[in-house]
């Protein structure tokens, strides 16, 4: 009786997963090593299953499996490298977490300089997250996905309520091009008009309190408990959970928002900006 062949590994696709290229940098290191799936395993002393989901980009390991897959292939760090990239992308704990409380507010309140997520084109995410890959690192396609999701909360059958003071210097920032910031501009226009979303600009008379507080998000959940996340060049941003601290932001945001511009002065702000910086091109007129 003849032995029956070993199945074929699993092909890899890179665009199935975010965290595909760390398990083809694995497979192609171990296989250079001429190492099975045990052997590697024994190596690290983790299970050779544990390998498989790597390689398959079923899961990401911790860091200090990471670390020990890095030695044991002598990567010379490079497989590493690639892990701690990857933790910038959606899988990281701290954007499941983020994700996990944006997605359960009734509310959110959102104090910024820049034009809010939520109401962001493709093209401008696109654009925008472009913008901070030579810092930040990651997977753009993943990290576009992930704003494209979050933004979807705002079309579910119970959706938030979104109420955005951003500072009037937003529409002046130019993403990409005129035409993209035309189609960003009348896309928040169109969701305006939208009963859950209120968005108010700052006047640049006042404009130096948003600049002072940078991106701070107050979430208000069912039972009334809030927290307040402030964005941060750490991993992960800042939570505000003692319900003193939370009622302080609260009143600064809620003196804010009596400061800015009222729905309809916003709105022909906005409309300026269209007219004069981002004009219909001539193309478009005919």
């Not at 010379?76 to 990239?85: A, G, P, Y």
């Not at 009622?247 to 809620?254: C, K, R």
């Not at 004069?276 to 091109?281: A, H, L, T, V």
Request: aromatic share 8%; proline share 7%; with cysteine.
């Amino acid at each position: 009786m003849g032995v029956a062949p070993m199945p074929a590994p699993t092909r890899l696709d890179p665009s199935r997963s975010h965290i595909a290229p760390f398990g083809v940098a694995i497979r192609a290191l171990r296989e250079a090593k001429g190492w099975s799936q045990a052997e590697l395993g024994k190596a690290i002393r983790i299970s050779n299953t544990a390998i498989s989901k790597f390689e398959n980009g079923h899961a990401l390991p911790v860091r200090e499996v990471a670390e020990a897959l890095d030695r044991a292939l002598e990567a010379d760090s490079t497989l590493f490298e690639i892990w701690d990239r990857l933790n910038d992308d959606p899988s990281a704990k701290w954007v499941v977490k983020y994700f996990g409380y944006e997605s359960k507010a009734v509310e959110i309140c959102q104090l910024a300089s820049t034009l809010p997520a939520l109401l962001q084109t493709d093209d401008y995410i696109r654009a925008i997250l472009q913008l901070g890959m030579p810092y930040y690192g990651g997977d753009l396609d993943a990290k576009v996905a992930y704003r494209q999701r979050r933004r979807a909360l705002l079309d579910r059958p119970d959706p938030p309520s979104l109420r955005a003071v951003i500072d009037q210097s937003a529409l002046d920032r130019t993403v990409g091009d005129a035409k993209l910031m035309r189609g960003q501009l009348l896309y928040m226009l169109d969701r305006m008009t939208r009963t859950n979303v209120d968005l108010r600009l700052i006047p640049f008379a006042i404009s130096g309190a948003t600049r002072d507080f940078g991106l701070t998000q107050i979430m208000a959940f069912k039972g009334g408990r809030r927290i307040v996340y402030r964005a941060a060049p750490t991993k992960g941003g800042l939570y505000v959970t003692n319900a003193t601290e939370v009622a302080q932001y609260s009143a600064v945001y809620e003196q804010l928002w009596r400061e800015s511009l009222p729905p309809g002065e916003s709105i022909a702000l906005i409309r300026k900006a269209l007219e004069e910086k981002y004009p219909c091109p001539p193309a478009d007129l005919t």
